[in-house]
């Protein structure tokens, strides 16, 4: 055999473990790409749960309107999956939008009692003008996210 018999075949041997490797490291991507769809769909089934109970709670009585407003909306941030055309949560972002400000926690309790009841005073007077849209948003979210 000549020097480039040898070289030739070399190359082709070199080219087809190349091939073999990259073949392995697309099944590997693949692979991997499959587990974190699959961990994002229980991600999105789980806050789908999540978010139907805080409906049904704020439904029955059992969470305030604003509080569940902004956990429900906080939910809907991180939840990736399909939603019905007709799902309508602005009303959520708009209770969001207009408590963001309040503290929270230490916070709240580190206010004097004139600007925690301002805030509250804010608080009851959105419970009051946006009480039926946020039943109406919860009782459309209690039947579901999806399609």
């Not at 961990?39 to 305030?64: F, H, T, Y």
Request: proline share 2%; net charge neutral; no cysteine.
């Amino acid at each position: 055999m000549t020097t480039f018999t040898w070289l030739a075949a070399a190359g082709v041997i070199i080219i087809v473990a190349l091939a073999a490797y990259a073949y392995m490291l697309w099944k590997k991507v693949l692979a991997r790409e499959a587990a974190q769809r699959a961990v994002a769909a229980d991600r999105n089934q789980r806050l789908e749960g999540d978010i139907i109970i805080l409906a049904n709670s704020l439904l029955e009585g059992q969470l305030p309107l604003i509080e569940g407003s902004i956990r429900i909306k906080v939910l809907l941030d991180n939840y990736y999956g399909p939603r019905r055309a007709d799902l309508d949560v602005t009303v959520f972002e708009r209770i969001y939008d207009a408590t963001v400000h309040i503290p929270t926690h230490q916070g709240w309790k580190d206010l004097g009692k004139a600007e925690r009841q301002l805030h509250e005073q804010q608080m009851e007077t959105l419970e009051r003008d946006h009480r039926e849209e946020i039943f109406s948003a919860a009782k459309n979210i209690s039947r579901g996210l999806g399609k």
